[in-house]
């Protein structure tokens, strides 16, 4: 099974400051089909989970440009260029390359210094 | 606006059944594959199983393969998750989301395995 691991697992940040999550595969997420299966989710407290971010770098209809994705094979990212207060929550990667089993990181909780 | 709504959450002793429902709405039903996802309390989320959008494809986590069946009824634009042989570990808000890649969520519905 593909495992992924997120880094940090807390990250204080500063109001108006960027930050920067990191998901790491245990295999390589890029399909047969050239595409690469990573995705992003955003679950605020007390709120269901909300896609921001699929195949590595597209944004979701609705969420803000401060959100970008990046990376490739194993290893990708999920900024916020400046954060804001709405961003408290937890972020997710998944992993849905066609196949199971789907997988999830362990989540990093992003707070507000 | 697409929309779904899970019900059928609630307390069962271990050893017991459970049938979650999601009803959905503001999308094509039956062109999409379905999702069930659940999160323990204070704990990530869990991939646990999906279904192709014609029901002829199912997956699940290991976990609960052999005792939870999900399934769908186009019709009725509706998905399900029976889940049998409960235990405490199954204890979880299930949500229900659009597509393999969770596009969508619902709101979740909470189970509880405690005697």
């Known amino acids: 099974d593909v495992v992924l691991t997120q880094s940090p697992l807390s990250l204080p940040v500063t109001l108006g400051q960027p930050a920067s999550i990191s998901c790491r595969s245990s295999?390589?997420?890029?399909?047969?089909?050239?595409?690469?299966?990573l995705t992003w989710f955003q679950q605020r407290p007390g709120q269901s989970p909300r896609r921001l971010i699929y195949?590595?770098?597209k944004r979701d209809s609705g969420v803000p440009d401060r959100f970008s994705g990046s990376g490739s094979g194993t290893d990708f990212t999920l900024k916020i260029s400046r954060v804001e207060a709405d961003d408290v929550g937890i972020y997710y990667c998944?992993?849905?390359?066609?196949?199971?089993?789907?997988?999830f990181g362990q989540g990093t909780k992003v707070e507000i210094k | 606006e697409v929309q779904l709504v899970e019900s059928g959450g609630g307390l069962v002793q271990p050893g017991g059944s459970l049938r979650l429902s999601c009803a959905a709405s503001?999308?094509?039903?039956?062109?999409?594959?379905m999702t069930w996802v659940r999160q323990a309390p204070g704990k990530g989320l869990e991939w646990v199983a999906n279904?192709?959008?014609?029901?002829?494809?199912?997956y699940y986590v290991d976990s609960v393969r052999g005792r939870f069946t999900i399934s769908r009824d186009n019709a009725k634009n509706s998905l399900y998750l029976q889940m049998s042989s409960l235990r405490t570990e199954d204890t979880a808000v299930y949500y229900c989301?659009?597509?393999?890649?969770?596009?969508?969520w619902g709101q979740g519905t909470t189970v509880t395995v405690s005697s």
């Open positions: 195949r590595v770098s």
């Open positions: 503001g999308f094509t039903f039956s062109r999409r594959w």
């Open positions: 998944m992993q849905d390359t066609p196949g199971p089993p789907w997988t």
């Open positions: 279904i192709k959008e014609d029901g002829s494809e199912k």
């Open positions: 989301a659009q597509g393999r890649g969770c596009d969508v």
């Open positions: 295999q390589s997420l890029v399909y047969s089909d050239g595409n690469t299966y």
